[in-house]
């Protein structure tokens, strides 16, 4: 199976800038899709953004333009650039990989992002 750990969470002023990690470990080498994923207190979890093998990215309309995912292959880690981040922002961000058409979804346990002055 595939662990994920994300880190970078934390309290940050709107208009201010986070980056979060995901570190994933175990066997990964079936994984050609990991993405970010968030859930506001009382809202469905939604998708932020995600990468593909080969670089390709989609991203939410409510965070493009602001946010960027990227990786490291070489550390196995996906990131996720925040910035001009709005009180709108905040929510648990969860590190998602899978292989598309596999039905099979790992999720990290999430880390907290609040935007607040």
């Known amino acids: 199976q595939v662990q994920l750990v994300e880190s970078g969470g934390g309290l940050v002023q709107p208009g201010g800038s986070l980056r979060l990690s995901c570190a994933a470990s175990?066997?990964?080498?079936?994984?050609?899709?990991m993405g970010w994923y968030r859930q506001a207190p009382g809202k469905e979890r939604e998708l932020v953004a995600h990468?593909?093998?080969?670089?390709?990215?989609n991203y939410a309309d409510s965070v493009k333009g602001r946010f960027t995912i990227s990786t490291d292959n070489a550390k196995n880690t996906v990131y996720l650039q925040m910035n001009s981040l709005k009180p709108e922002d905040t929510a648990v961000y969860y590190c998602?990989?899978?292989?598309?058409?596999?039905?099979?979804?790992?999720w990290g346990k999430g880390t907290l992002v609040t935007v607040s002055s």
């Open positions: 998602h990989a899978s292989r598309v058409g596999s039905g099979i979804n790992y």
């Open positions: 990468i593909f093998s080969g670089g390709i990215t």
């Open positions: 175990g066997i990964i080498s079936t994984i050609n899709v």
